[in-house]
């Protein structure tokens, strides 16, 4: 666990040492994203690795003008498709997983909707679950929205609120219910804190006891970097998150 709380605190000082490289955001309608994850799992010997790439497409340019890039699409209701696929690896073993979905923003009033689908492949046994979200933005940059699968609907809501303060920095907050067994409720809360330059934030979930901390920096030429560090009752992890955006 030492270990893993080393890497933790260096994941987070790389982003502070280097967050005055960031640059005046550029509108995109490409974003191309490639995450790495080290999960140091409590009472076993292998850690866990997972790999994600994710290519998201806007069907209109995203503008960022006065506004922080991380939330420009979402401030703008941009509608989208995206595809990804990630590897996750545990000693010998691998699990592989694609997704793609499309969100759509409907012209003129509150609604949204996202249609997509999770095909899952672990030691051959292969699954596919067709997933969506019904959701409504009531007025500007608030959301609230709820997940379905094909199989069933757990009672679950989250709602999202970005806004900029006084001192002209930005901030992102959202709560998450779920009641999965229909019995005990779980709550999740996340919340990120724009600069300027750079951005800090942090979550927790109940039910894993999750905490995690996090912060993203510009680079040049549409990049941006994101450290992550986390923990919850199965084990602690370490991430970094590269993004590319463009016309």
Same mark, same amino acid.
């Given at each position: 666990?030492?270990?893993?709380?080393?890497?933790?605190?260096?994941?987070?000082?790389?982003?502070?040492?280097?967050?005055?490289?960031?640059?005046?955001?550029?509108?995109?309608?490409?974003?191309?994203?490639?995450?790495?994850?080290?999960?140091?799992?409590?009472?076993?010997?292998?850690?866990? $690795?997972? +790999? *994600?790439? !994710? %290519? @998201?497409?806007?069907?209109? =340019?995203? #503008?960022?003008?006065?506004?922080?890039?991380?939330?420009?699409?979402?401030?703008?209701?941009?509608?989208?498709?995206?595809?990804?696929?990630?590897?996750?690896?545990?000693?010998?073993?691998?699990?592989?997983?694609?997704?793609?979905?499309?969100?759509?923003?409907?012209?003129?009033?509150?609604?949204?909707?996202?249609?997509?689908?999770?095909?899952?492949?672990?030691?051959?046994? $292969?699954? +596919? *679950?067709? !997933? %969506? @979200?019904?959701?409504?933005? =009531?007025? #500007?940059?608030?959301?609230?929205?709820?997940?379905?699968?094909?199989?069933?609907?757990?009672?679950?809501?989250?709602?999202?609120?970005?806004?900029?303060?006084?001192?002209?920095?930005?901030?992102?907050?959202?709560?998450?219910?779920?009641?999965?067994?229909?019995?005990?409720?779980?709550?999740?809360?996340?919340?990120?804190?724009?600069?300027?330059?750079?951005?800090?934030?942090?979550?927790?979930?109940?039910?894993?006891?999750?905490?995690?901390?996090?912060?993203?920096?510009?680079?040049?030429?549409?990049?941006?970097?994101?450290?992550?560090?986390?923990?919850?009752?199965?084990?602690?992890?370490?991430?970094?998150?590269?993004?590319?955006?463009?016309?």
């Amino acid at each position: 666990m030492s270990i893993v709380r080393n890497r933790s605190v260096q994941v987070l000082a790389l982003a502070g040492l280097v967050a005055s490289a960031a640059v005046q955001a550029e509108d995109f309608r490409v974003q191309l994203q490639l995450a790495y994850d080290n999960i140091n799992i409590d009472n076993s010997s292998e850690d866990a $690795d997972v +790999t *994600t790439g !994710t %290519g @998201t497409f806007y069907f209109k =340019p995203v #503008p960022t003008d006065g506004v922080p890039v991380g939330e420009a699409a979402y401030i703008a209701r941009s509608s989208y498709v995206d595809v990804a696929a990630t590897q996750v690896s545990i000693g010998d073993g691998d699990a592989d997983a694609y997704s793609a979905n499309i969100g759509y923003h409907f012209t003129n009033n509150m609604f949204f909707i996202r249609a997509g689908f999770v095909e899952s492949d672990d030691a051959g046994d $292969d699954d +596919t *679950t067709f !997933t %969506g @979200t019904l959701g409504i933005v =009531p007025i #500007p940059r608030l959301f609230f929205g709820t997940d379905f699968t094909d199989d069933d609907w757990d009672p679950n809501l989250t709602a999202r609120y970005a806004a900029k303060l006084a001192n002209e920095n930005w901030y992102a907050a959202s709560i998450t219910l779920a009641d999965a067994d229909e019995d005990d409720t779980t709550v999740g809360l996340e919340f990120d804190y724009y600069f300027p330059k750079f951005k800090l934030g942090a979550g927790y979930r109940s039910g894993s006891d999750l905490v995690s901390a996090r912060a993203e920096f510009g680079l040049p030429h549409g990049f941006a970097l994101l450290g992550r560090v986390y923990t919850d009752d199965v084990g602690d992890g370490f991430g970094l998150t590269l993004t590319w955006r463009d016309l």
